[in-house]
């Protein structure tokens, strides 16, 4: 992901691998408020979190790992 500050629109999505890869978004904001409620997300459902911005997509663990 290329490198943002936390005040950029970001969309936060659960894609489930269970119901098909159907997505469903928890939240249009700002980077850290995304960060913020993926944080607070269950393990299981954090596993399946990715954050998109106007040009790129990453996976939310992927992201906190780095």
Known sequence: MR???S???VRLY???EGEGGAAST???GTLAEALTLAAEQPEDIQAGLFLQT???V???LDLIEE
């Open 3 to 5: 490198t943002i500050s």
């Open 7 to 9: 005040d950029v629109a």
């Open 14 to 16: 659960h894609l489930d």
């Open 26 to 28: 928890l939240l249009y």
């Open 54 to 56: 106007s040009n790129d």
């Open 58 to 60: 990453v996976a939310y």
